[in-house]
């Protein structure tokens, strides 16, 4: 070996003696990823995630992906001649727009499992139908019907448990089982949410098409690399979020309540944004805490 090989493979080495105390801490940990927007629109953006969540399996965690994919819808509803309707950032989803809704989120799911296989990762597709593993109730909103939208109200974690226990990693779109027992549309976000809550998960990451959470997203010397349930609260009341950063937002509280110990927003536009989130030090994005350990 010349050199400046062995300097570049000392620095692997390094890199893995840094992740060790990380990988020791999140192994046989439940982390949920969510991933959706803008960032999964690249092909080879998604490969990378894809490797990422894969190399997190092999080195011992429990990864769940819960995927969005409303870009697509809207593309899809689009091309049906319909223009896509958003009320407060949910869809308004009526019996076509489900139709087409439940097709593409089959479609992204599948795409997603077959990458995890590519990986050597067997890795599961399920809908909230699936052993009625998320059940829900239509999401009444004043004033306006969505339509087919729904708020999870019972996640059954005995499914995912045992597919998890026998090594697989699930993949879950945002559809839940309504009490009519027709399909419902959920904000793919809540769904992560409720998952991440209901398996007690250590880890809830949200992969977003921006860097974190900005107290002005115009200036990006402002990103919050941290910051506690009040301050989180308090990002929320004064109206420093907006956009769909303030549901997200409202997600990570949710699940930090809800007993999920860390949960982080990250740019999943960024090259291995996964790894550099769970094996370095600093971290990158913004990170919801209940107690910083590290
Ligand atoms: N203070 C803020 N910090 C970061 N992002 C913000 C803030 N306020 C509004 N946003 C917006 O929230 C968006 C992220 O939410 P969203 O588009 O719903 O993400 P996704 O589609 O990945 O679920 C950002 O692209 C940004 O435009
Ligand atoms: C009710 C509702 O709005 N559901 C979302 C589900 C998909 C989603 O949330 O996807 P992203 O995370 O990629 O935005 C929708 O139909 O767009």
């Known amino acids: 070996m010349d050199e400046k ?3 570049e493979e000392s620095l ?3 890199v893995l003696i840094e992740a060790l105390p990380y990988i020791r801490y999140f192994s046989g940990k439940y982390v949920v990823v969510k991933y959706g927007g803008s960032a999964m629109l690249d092909a080879d953006l998604q490969k990378n995630v894809i490797r990422d969540v894969a190399l997190l399996k092999l080195i011992g965690m429990k990864p769940i992906i819960v995927h969005g994919g409303g870009k697509e819808i809207s593309k899809w509803v689009k091309l049906s001649g319909k223009e896509p309707e958003f009320y407060n950032g949910l869809r308004v989803t009526d019996k076509d727009t489900m139709e087409i809704a439940e097709m593409v989120l089959f479609k992204v799911n599948q795409e997603l499992v077959a ?26 909103v004043l004033g306006k019907d969505l339509g087919y939208v729904g708020n999870v109200t019972e996640v059954n974690t005995d499914l995912l448990e045992a597919l998890i226990e026998d090594d697989f ?3 879950i779109s945002p559809i839940g089982l309504g009490e009519d027992y027709e399909g419902y549309n959920i904000n793919a976000d809540d769904t992560a949410c409720a998952i991440a809550s209901a398996l007690n998960a250590e880890k809830l990451v949200f992969l977003t098409d921006i860097e974190g959470v900005f107290i002005d997203p115009e200036d990006k010397s ?9 301050q989180a609260h308090e990002f929320v009341d004064k109206g420093v979020v ?3 950063m303030l549901p997200k937002l409202k997600n990570c509280i949710e699940a930090i309540e809800n007993g999920v110990a860390r949960v982080h927003i990250l740019d999943g536009r960024l090259d291995h944004c996964l790894l550099l989130e769970f094996f370095t030090q600093k971290g990158i994005g913004t990170a919801i805490l209940k ?4």
Do not use: C, N, R, Y
Not at 121 to 130: M, P, Q, T
Not at 224 to 230: A, F, G, K, N, V
């Open 12 to 14: 692997k080495a390094k």
């Open 115 to 140: 990458m995890m296989a590519q990986q050597g990762i067997k890795a599961v597709g399920l809908s909230g139908k699936d052993a009625e593993m998320m059940k829900v109730e239509k999401k009444e």
């Open 291 to 294: 107690d910083p350990i590290f």
């Open 242 to 244: 907006g956009g769909g």
């Open 222 to 230: 402002t990103l919050i690399s941290e910051m506690d349930l009040t």
């Open 169 to 171: 990693v699930p993949v």
């Open 5 to 7: 090989m062995l300097e």
